[in-house]
């Protein structure tokens, strides 16, 4: 199997399970993995098609401009490359972009304070998650500066009023880092309607954190759950392999 046809596989798995978790908002979000051996080319949902729906052939090979390289009978949703195009122009190292419209996301990007360390799985997020103010819907290519900026070297990214962004090295470490700051999201949300007073995690512990992932994961990152996560697509549903 060639590199790109890998690629489409794990980009297409990643799709699936954003709809197997209820992460997807209809066909209005994305996620982009850049193709291997070409710097500006990438792959991206066809726009109008559920998550539920695409397979590795499906997805649209675009440039950097959201401009299709490769004939379909789909079209880009532009205002999803904008977002997708500037990070992966400033980001070398990032493989795949994930964005998302959830209840529990936008919720807690609505709340001034953000994502509480208030959760074992809250504190892996909290060291590497930086914030973006709304500016309306991502059409502007001026934004891109400074939403790059706020991102910075982190691999996820609240969007204020908006919703939640992670980005990784391959599609796996994306779709970890989304299922961590997802249900981050989550467990403040049911914390905070208990109305019970909230304890916060010591920023001594929250130091240490980076270095405990490496050796929970033995070293492997999302590789040591991504092949688990592929088996359990293939007894559910194998078509994203089409």
Not at 209 to 221: H, P
Request: aromatic fraction near 6%; charge should be negative.
């Amino acid at each position: 199997m060639s590199t790109e046809a890998q690629l489409r596989l794990d980009l297409a798995a990643c799709y699936r399970l954003v709809a197997h978790h209820g992460w997807d908002d209809l066909v209005f979000t994305h996620i982009s993995a850049r193709v291997p051996g070409d710097a500006h080319h990438f792959l991206i949902n066809p726009y109008g098609t559920t998550f539920d729906e695409i397979t590795a052939s499906s997805l649209i090979k675009v440039d950097e401009h959201g401009e299709k390289v490769e004939p379909s009978d789909y079209p880009v949703n532009p205002a999803g490359f904008v977002i997708h195009s500037a990070i992966h122009a400033a980001r070398p190292d990032v493989g795949c972009v994930l964005h998302t419209h959830t209840t529990a996301g936008i919720a807690v990007s609505a709340q001034q304070a953000g994502l509480l360390p208030i959760s074992q799985i809250a504190s892996v997020i909290v060291a590497t998650l930086g914030y973006h103010a709304y500016e309306g819907i991502a059409l502007r290519d001026d934004e891109k500066p400074r939403l790059v900026a706020d991102l910075g070297a982190n691999s996820a990214m609240i969007l204020r009023n908006h919703g939640l962004l992670t980005v990784g090295a391959t599609v796996a470490d994306a779709f970890l880092t989304m299922y961590a700051l997802q249900s981050a999201c989550e467990i403040q949300l049911a914390a905070q309607a208990s109305g019970a007073e909230l304890t916060t995690i010591d920023p001594r512990i929250l130091a240490g954190v980076k270095a405990n992932i490496s050796l929970v994961t033995r070293g492997m990152g999302a590789g040591l759950l991504w092949p688990a996560m592929l088996r359990k697509l293939d007894r559910k549903d194998p078509s994203y392999r089409a």
